[in-house]
């Protein structure tokens, strides 16, 4: 080994170490998460979620940064410098989130960790029951000591909206408990001691949850509305997130165009399906078209997933992971008023036996209309991009890459934009082409045209809540209590939102740029492989790592 490898090869192991002791500590500081990638030696750990927590974290990144930083790019071996350059994208992002976002400081969220921190070990079985509703128990003992952690933290600028959405989820938090405790009665017995001991620690998080409850109350009744990022800060996230150099006006007018143009497109095939009705007359008639309960849109949507996986196998359009498995369950009552519609948790990269969850909500706030929202057409398309190649297919392939740090980085034009473009992509290659797939295909690509344009105008303070929901209810045609539901979600996840649609255009351009590149070497499957197999990276990362693909 030569002077240069053997620098090399040392600094390599360096940064290495750097990004492997970050790791760890992200491990034991966030446990849920760490539930969630499989990794069980925090199972019976809440966070400390205190002001005190957040401010230590946002330390942490800063020391990451410096860190890697400090570690010559010079000095590292190609591999390692992408690695190194995508440490510093992630880390920026980090600490923008937590210092100058800093949602923490003005929506108690308390629901969020106690609720995922079950959830997450409830919904997989990776250990035998009995050993999760142990963890369960302990983790129902600590929500009081969050919640209290949560109310101490809240600053003087509380956001009326999104304290709003904690105060709904806390009041369906018992039926999530009323699971568990049904599984602890099959698992040990009415009388056991272990099961005493769930029931004790449920009826005192019930107890702190009801203080919280009146608590959130009076938080609402004087909080304010101020949500929006701001225009100089939403600017300089749109730049911290690398969209391709693209800054937030520019954005908003690829989600101006790309409305118009999906309206267009929607339009003609209406007209295909029958010329003599109007457009909101085809519409309606194909939502209605839609499984008779909502068991009945369960299997509905595990059949079109499932064909949709076939399709992927047999026309060869990309590697599906070895031993990759999906269930699909209705969403826990605590996500419903920010899930609307159906999503996705990925399988834990760690877990013996990695499985994915589809979630679909039946409705949201009772909604008599919503099975509309499930019409075979729609739960085609969602099921593409939720399940196969879309989320599940990615985020699998994502897992086999051995990098820690890609574990942590988010890239959600990529994560979103991959399910969006895997909607067009199979709709190209031939599966559910016909006139009624493709107008619901156009009808989601509208309302996520309409994600980019609210987006923007929310976080720069062009527009307000109710004007964004009339916007959405206008340009999609969905019932007021699901445009409501995500429309508040887009107020609190600024340039996420917008990530879906800008994501597939992006990704459009890079498969053009790669086709027109490679010539008649292009291969669509190789294509995507190398994406999914890369990890969830930013797509200004999957560009560099394309450029090496010589078509062989």
């Given at each position: 080994?030569?002077?240069?490898?053997?620098?090399?090869?040392?600094?390599?192991?360096?940064?290495?170490?750097?990004?492997?002791?970050?790791?760890?500590?992200?491990?034991?500081?966030?446990?849920?998460?760490?539930?969630?990638?499989?990794?069980?030696?925090?199972?019976?750990?809440?966070?400390?979620?205190?002001?005190e927590a957040k401010e230590a974290a946002l330390q942490e990144s800063r020391r990451f940064l410096a860190d890697v930083e400090a570690i010559e790019a010079s000095e590292l071996s190609a591999e390692q410098q992408f690695e190194r350059d995508l440490a510093i994208h992630a880390a920026r992002r980090w600490i923008f989130d937590d210092e100058i976002h800093h949602v923490w400081e003005r929506r108690a969220s308390a629901m969020d960790e106690v609720g995922d921190g079950l959830f997450s070990l409830f919904a997989r079985d990776f250990a035998p029951l009995p050993e999760r509703l142990a963890s369960m128990t302990s983790r129902l003992e600590e929500a009081p000591r969050v919640i209290d952690e949560n109310r101490r933290r809240l600053g003087d600028r509380p956001v009326r909206l999104w304290n709003e959405l904690e105060l709904e989820s806390a009041g369906e938090m018992g039926s999530l408990f009323e699971e568990i405790l049904a599984a602890g009665r099959g698992a040990w017995g009415a009388g056991s001691i272990e099961q005493r001991r769930l029931e004790g620690a449920s009826q005192r998080a019930l107890g702190a949850i009801e203080d919280y409850r009146g608590w959130l109350q009076e938080v609402i009744g004087s909080a304010g509305q101020d949500f929006p990022l701001g225009g100089e800060n939403y600017e300089e996230l749109v730049r911290l997130r690398g969209f391709d150099g693209l800054d937030a006006s520019q954005i908003l007018e690829i989600g101006v165009q790309q409305l118009a143009d999906n309206k267009s497109a929607r339009a003609r095939v209406a007209r295909q399906i029958d010329p003599d009705a109007t457009e909101a007359e085809v519409l309606d008639r194909v939502k209605s078209n839609h499984p008779t309960d909502f068991q009945a849109a369960l299997e509905a949507y595990r059949e079109a997933m499932f064909r949709a996986r076939d399709f992927v196998v047999e026309r060869?359009?990309?590697?599906?992971?070895?031993?990759?498995?999906?269930?699909?369950?209705?969403?826990?009552?605590?996500?419903?008023?920010?899930?609307?519609f159906a999503a996705y948790f990925s399988p834990g990269k760690f877990d013996e036996r990695p499985s994915g969850i589809y979630v679909v909500t039946p409705s949201v706030d009772g909604d008599a209309s919503a099975m509309r929202e499930h019409n075979y057409s729609s739960v085609s398309n969602t099921s593409i991009h939720e399940a196969y190649p879309g989320h599940h297919l990615q985020l699998s392939a994502a897992n086999a890459h051995p990098s820690l740090l890609r574990i942590l980085v988010d890239a959600p034009e990529f994560v979103e934009g991959w399910g969006m473009y895997s909607e067009q992509m199979m709709?190209?290659?031939?599966?559910?082409?016909?006139?009624?797939?493709?107008?619901?295909?156009?009808?989601?690509?509208?309302?996520?045209?309409?994600?980019?344009?609210?987006d923007v105008r929310l976080h720069r303070g062009e527009i307000g809540v109710d004007e964004a929901i009339d916007f959405l209810v206008e340009h999609t045609g969905f019932e007021r209590p699901n445009a409501t539901a995500e429309v508040r979600r887009y107020t609190y996840t600024p340039t996420y939102q917008l990530s879906y649609l800008l994501g597939k255009v992006l990704l459009l351009r890079l498969r053009e740029e790669q086709r027109g590149r490679l010539g008649d070497r292009f291969s669509l499957k190789r294509f995507h492989d190398a994406m999914l197999y890369a990890g969830s990276l930013p797509i200004s990362f999957q560009r560099r790592l394309l450029q090496g693909i010589q078509g062989d």
């Open positions: 080994m030569n002077e240069q490898a053997a620098r090399s090869t040392q600094a390599d192991d360096r940064f290495k170490q750097v990004v492997k002791a970050f790791f760890d500590r992200f491990v034991v500081r966030e446990p849920v998460l760490a539930t969630f990638l499989g990794i069980h030696t925090e199972d019976g750990r809440l966070a400390d979620t205190t002001r060869d359009l990309a590697t599906l992971p070895e031993g990759e498995a999906l269930e699909v369950i209705a969403t826990p009552d605590y996500l419903r008023n920010v899930l609307p709709r190209e290659e031939g599966f559910d082409a016909g006139p009624e797939f493709m107008l619901m295909l156009y009808t989601d690509a509208i309302w996520r045209s309409c994600r980019i344009i609210l």
